[in-house]
């Protein structure tokens, strides 16, 4: 099974419902293992946008949430180069003092505890091999749990835009 990155599916969905055409798609190439990156060109009304998504198989890549080892002065580049990873992105909001804002799991481990927010309306949760964006309402905390990043807005759901966001 493919997956590709949520931001990328929610760009291409959200082009088909609120207008946003498709410019370009180009193969940027592809990175150790396999995993194919590429360029999304998009427009709408005289706004552009340009996404970088990675489509992989998760057969053969883990998706991991890492803590960073000094949140606030390290840059995600020496991260996910320390880390051994092909890809990643800074994925969460953060407290003045850098604590996660909602829940953050990191290799089973529990760096920040589920918290209630408007803005926390969802996790991007791993369990054994299964990757799942669920709605903060929905989360049930589980012993498999091994990846989890609680942050928002949900964009897309059931395949359709969120209503109410601009």
């Known amino acids: 099974m493919k997956w590709i990155l949520s931001v990328f599916l929610a760009l291409l969905t959200i082009s ?3 207008a946003w055409e498709v410019t370009a798609v180009e193969d940027l190439g592809t990175v150790p293992g396999g995993a194919t990156v590429r360029r999304i060109d ?8 340009r996404l ?17 080892p000094s949140p606030g002065r390290t840059k995600l ?3 996910l180069l ?13 407290h003045e003092d850098f604590r996660p804002v909602g829940m953050m799991v990191s290799d089973g481990r529990e760096v920040n505890g589920f ?5 926390l309306a969802g996790l991007l949760t791993v369990k054994g091999n299964k990757i799942e ?10 012993g498999d749990l091994r990846q989890a990043l609680q942050c928002g807005p949900m964009l897309i759901e ?4 969120t209503a109410g966001l601009n």
């Open 16 to 18: 088909q419902a609120a």
């Open 42 to 49: 998009l427009t709408h009304n005289g706004t552009s946008a």
């Open 52 to 68: 970088t998504a990675i489509e992989f198989s998760a057969k053969d890549y883990a998706l991991r949430v890492i803590d960073s």
């Open 77 to 79: 580049a020496s991260v």
């Open 82 to 94: 320390s880390e051994g990873c092909v890809a990643g992105v800074n994925g969460s909001y953060f």
């Open 115 to 119: 918290e209630r927010a408007k803005i």
């Open 133 to 142: 964006i669920v709605r903060s309402s929905k989360f049930l905390k589980s």
């Open 158 to 161: 059931t395949g359709s835009p």
